[in-house]
């Protein structure tokens, strides 16, 4: 579709200025500036999985992998990582780049250099890819360990496989493997011997000694093998050497957006494209639909209000067939009666479901999509109607009309306000955005109060409304009266008899407010003023 090929010119624009970089010429010489990482968390997660794939495998600062999210009364169910020598320190941690999830955990002993790199493994027979995921497909992630004997004496060291799990486990000495919730298998190219430590969900599996001459190197590695069939691949050395070779190959060929945004600052560079990485990583197939998840944890699964940002970002990167896939995903969430619903009880889903449809039609030009995708468009709307019906009736602290009120109206107690000022000089009759419907008033008043409450009971007055009238009423007709809610609390008054009133009396200022609010209801009648109707 030629709309979808214009996306890129559209909005690279929009992403300039958003990186602060729109109209401005790049000055020669300047050193790049580098991202000050001061500030960034003490703790952190890596996904290393596969785009589109259905096994969210992440990795902690440590270099251990994480699995089973909010499984076994915990975070994490499992975690598994490697203890290549007693009393190791932590170095550093990195990726192999941006684009590729390769984790890199640099840790050190007295004349060792040890390195993790782990990764997923790209190239099992049914692996995801971009497109499509029909199958929960075998997965392996694989920890390469290197260990380097930077001193002049050859070492021998004791390694461990560290398999924390609160979910059911059991060490196959003969099988050489240790299994976890029943199915998932982890194995090593080091023989297992025994379990060395078990102190509650931790254990440690002692592996065979590994002798590394001085000046020498020696590499292991450890499998997690997953999925609805168990493929433990690789089971060498030289062969989980090789996965990682694909492995980089796979993710720079990876039909990911990268080379959609480019700025000059590599680390702001950098940012971008694990950004963009991670949006993939999240995302999931759907009923064959892609799902823009927000994340791999807690935000994994359809999250409409900050999923809608994603899906933008996608349609900005020149995904708009992926990203207007991912809006189908969420118009299939429709209910009978209009209402979108993925969470209980979170109607706002229903106007956020709104906004994402028609910016993608702005971003992708598509006015015929959008056309087509209208009538359940205003089955939305009616269903927000609805709702808004219902803030009459209801007593739900959900409800804003119910709870905002309260709310300003316990701030009022809490914090008594010493001096209140009712600017009404120049305002708008009607609301204060620009609207056909708002008139310009001038009512010339200007008030000032000791108390709050009832300096807004003697404006409110003023403005022909009565300060007292119940939640239904005029001025109130969506809300409760937050004066009375006040009165209640004995902040003050909404009685404009029993409040004194200095300088000229309500009556001599009072500028008419709820006539143009007749006369407005009168007009809309009639269609929005100055539009001709047919």
């Given at each position: ?201 931790p254990r440690a599996i002692q592996l065979e000694e ?158 015929a999509w959008l056309q087509a995708q ?161």
């Amino acid at each position: 579709m030629n709309t979808m090929k214009n996306l890129t010119s559209v909005t690279l624009g929009t992403l300039a200025a958003i990186l602060g970089l729109g109209g401005r010429a790049l000055a020669a010489g300047p050193q790049p500036s580098a991202v000050d990482f001061r500030f960034s968390p003490p703790e952190w997660q890596t996904a290393i999985c596969l785009p589109d794939d259905p096994q969210k495998t992440l990795v902690d600062r440590n270099g251990e992998l994480l699995y089973h999210y909010n499984q076994g009364g915990r975070e994490f169910g499992t975690r598994v990582g490697v203890r290549a020598v007693e009393n190791s320190k932590w170095v550093e941690q990195e990726l192999l780049s941006p684009r590729i999830p390769i984790v890199r955990t640099h840790r050190a002993a007295d004349g060792l250099e040890i390195l993790e790199e782990t990764f997923a493994v790209t190239d099992l027979a049914l692996a995801p890819t971009v497109e499509t995921n029909q199958t929960k497909p075998s997965r392996n992630d694989l920890i390469l360990v290197q260990v380097t004997n930077t001193g002049r004496e050859a070492r021998r060291l004791q390694p461990r496989l560290v398999i924390d799990t609160t979910l059911p486990f059991a060490f196959e000495r003969e099988a050489q493997r240790a299994q976890v919730n029943y199915r998932e298998i982890i194995t090593t190219s080091l023989k297992m011997t025994a379990v060395a430590e078990e102190q509650g969900p931790p254990r440690a599996i002692q592996l065979e000694e590994l002798a590394i001459p001085a000046g020498g190197r020696a590499t292991f590695f450890v499998l997690f093998s997953a999925g609805d069939s168990v493929i433990c691949k690789p089971d060498t050395v030289a062969g989980a050497q090789a996965a990682r070779e694909r492995a980089v190959k796979y993710w720079k060929n990876a039909p990911l957006p990268f080379d959609r945004v480019q700025v000059p600052d590599p680390g702001v560079q950098a940012l971008v494209d694990s950004a963009i990485r991670n949006i993939w990583q999240a995302r999931e197939i759907k009923g064959g639909l892609p799902a823009f998840q927000v994340g791999p944890t807690c935000y994994r699964g359809l999250w409409i209000v900050d999923g809608a940002f994603i899906l933008e970002s996608a349609a900005m990167l020149g995904a708009g067939r992926q990203a207007r896939n991912g809006v189908a995903y969420e118009l299939t969430f429709q209910q009978p009666d209009g209402r979108i619903q993925v969470m209980p009880n979170y109607s706002k889903e229903n106007g956020i479901v709104l906004w994402t449809c028609v910016r993608h039609a702005q971003l992708t030009q598509d006015k015929a999509w959008l056309q087509a995708q209208w009538p359940k468009l205003e089955r939305i709307a009616e269903y927000i109607r609805t709702l808004r019906q219902q803030t009459l009736t209801n007593s739900s602290p959900r409800d804003d009309g119910y709870r905002v009120p309260r709310i300003i109206a316990d701030l009022t107690a809490a914090r008594p306000v010493h001096l209140a000022i009712m600017d009404g000089v120049k305002t708008m009759a009607g609301a204060q955005t620009p609207d056909p419907w708002c008139t310009p008033v001038q009512p010339g008043v200007l008030m000032a109060g000791t108390n709050v409450v009832n300096t807004a009971a003697v404006a409110i007055a003023a403005m022909n409304y009565d300060p007292r009238a119940p939640k239904g009423t005029v001025p109130f007709e969506r809300c409760d009266n937050k004066l009375l809610l006040a009165e209640q609390l004995g902040v003050g008054s909404a009685d404009p008899s029993r409040i004194e009133v200095i300088g000229p009396s309500i009556r001599d200022v009072m500028f008419d407010f709820r006539a143009l609010r007749e006369k407005r209801r009168l007009l809309r009648g009639n269609g929005p003023p100055g539009r001709a109707q047919g």
